[in-house]
């Protein structure tokens, strides 16, 4: 019976017992229900709420066959001729019975208020011949919800998703419409599964609003009105606030019971009061038994409250709830797979695999993307550490601090303590760079070769004004006085060249090796010019103290070194054999062993600090 008759009934004083005592509560508890009364009291007998002249007659359709048959109307497959489409007519099953016509025009008027994409649209409204009323609605082409929700073959067959996802998929779908309801100040009440329509594309449908309402009475009534205590829904999902003699208030939690009734369905594969032909207002359903997922029937036992203080506040907090509930899941399985996956990238390691490292890249994004889910994972977090404490010291041992740097910024955690290890090792090998970088034969040959060439063309320059102007080196410190003089040139190159010489340890260490060379000249000249010696006698003392220095350094520095010193002794051999060719001999052989270094390091031959010929 709806509030309307019941006004009626009332203001004629035909209520009594149990629904006169509800009434009277009802008046007490709505302002807009005792002005509803005071006008029906006041004006003279109302109109009926259907008017057959505001509405459509029926001869643009053509029944067809009925497609369905509820407790109060019958719904029947029509054509609508212009538009050549299928509708559905929905007529009540008490023909003549004016208070049957009255709630399916208020019903129709209730859904056509409801534009939305889960709710079906009302097209108009018609009458049949006999004078009937018709309310024409989209054609649904599905099945009801409650021929799928548990046969998990048929759902991936047709959505190519699992059973319990896909259900909640649904199940969020119906929440959202039932959301854009209640901020329309209109209660569903009958939400179960058997009033969800699944299109033959997936479309989700609330259907049957039948004993919906307005939670505040409509003071026209065109509009039903939803009362505690009715009776009205289905047992086995029906909220307590609606069951027989009920007084706690209707409010928008009550459809959030029915939701969370759904829901329990889901995830038990029963309805949560099915068989019980009454039950208390506290009664709770029996939450035993296995599920897929414990979260979700937290989030069914809250909304399935006795309470409604206890309940979600709304449908959009119910699906909230749903959603973290799935975000969890999703989280969960992902820290799953990044921690098989590291296992198996540890294996990989100790089998010295090469694909250790993807592996554990692989385990880093599915721990991303679990941790995008749910932030605050207590497991993703401890797998992250794990996981970033194993790449760090991966990329430590294989020596790569940088790959390290990077896995660490990749980390959610801090990690202080890998983050010291980390700079550590990154000092080291800038050290160990910058000594690699100094000692690289491959860094600054060019400007060696530079040099060496510029110390060639000094020391032709010198024997040239030598041998060009005798007089100048026939005095008895004319020797000691042209290697000061050259000593001298080589300081001025090694000014000019320190620029590039400061780029490598093996350039500072030649022009050294030139320095000291130079130096023992002077030292040698000096000594013979002081001991009044020969030239040629001099000379001879020179190319040994040189060739020697220059194997020296062939030892230490290069190979080539030693053909330098190969060359210098066979000068020194020449100058003994041939006493007045041995300024040309030393000269000749300065200029041939500085050429044959030019020559090897110019095709590649200083190539390692330590290469030495092959035997």
Known sequence: MSSDERLRLFARGELEGAELEAFEQALDESPTLRRALAELVARPARAPLF????????????????????????????????????????????????????????????????EHPAIVPVHYLTTSDEGELQVVLKRVEGEPWSTLLGDREAVLRRFGAELLEWNLRVLTTVCGATAFAHERGVLHRDIKPANVMIGRFGEVLLMDWGIGGLLDEDP????????????????????????????????????VYLLGAVLYELLFGRAPFVGAASRAPDQL?????????????????????????ARHASATEFSRAIEACQRTQHASRLVRRARQLMAHARRQRQGRADTAARTASEA???????????????????????????????????????????????????????????ERASAEQRVLHSYARAHDPSVGRD???????????TTLCFYALRFSFPALSSGRWSLTVASLLFLGAMGGLAVAFRAALRTSALSRQMIALVVVISVGQVLI??????????????????????????ATAAVIYHWSMGVAALVLVLGQTLALWRPAWAERSFTGSMVLALTLLVVIWRSGGWRTLTERPST
């Open 447 to 457: 400007h060696r070769l530079r040099l060496l060439g510029s110390i060639i063309v």
């Open 364 to 422: 880093t994004f599915a721990l991303s993307t679990a941790l995008e889910f749910a932030a605050e994972n207590p497991a993703a977090l401890s797998v992250a550490r794990e996981l970033t404490t194993f790449q760090v010291e991966c990329a430590l041992e294989d020596g790569h601090p940088a790959v390290a740097a990077q896995a660490l910024d990749a980390s959610p955690l801090a990690l202080p303590d890998l983050r010291a290890l980390v």
């Open 285 to 309: 359903p029996s939450f035993e038994g296995e599920t897929e997922s414990p979260e979700l029937v937290e989030v069914a036992r809250r909304a399935l409250s006795p309470d409604p203080r």
């Open 525 to 550: 000249r000096f000594a013979g010019a002081w001991l009044e010696l020969p030239r040629a006698q001099v000379i001879v003392f020179e190319l040994p103290i040189i060739a020697i220095a220059l």
């Open 51 to 114: 008017e057959p002249e505001a509405t459509v007659r029926a001869e643009g359709l053509s029944l067809r066959r009925v497609l369905g048959r509820g407790g109060m109307a019958t719904v029947v497959l029509a054509t609508q001729h212009g538009l050549e489409r299928e509708v559905a007519v929905k007529m009540s099953r008490r023909q003549g019975d004016q208070g049957a016509r009255d709630q399916l025009l208020r019903e129709a008027r209730l859904t056509g208020a409801l």
């Open 220 to 255: 026209t009534g065109r509009l039903p009105h939803v009362v505690p205590g009715d009776g009205a829904g289905t047992p086995a999902y029906q909220a307590p606030e609606t069951l027989p003699g009920a007084r706690t208030p209707l409010s928008p939690r009550t459809d």
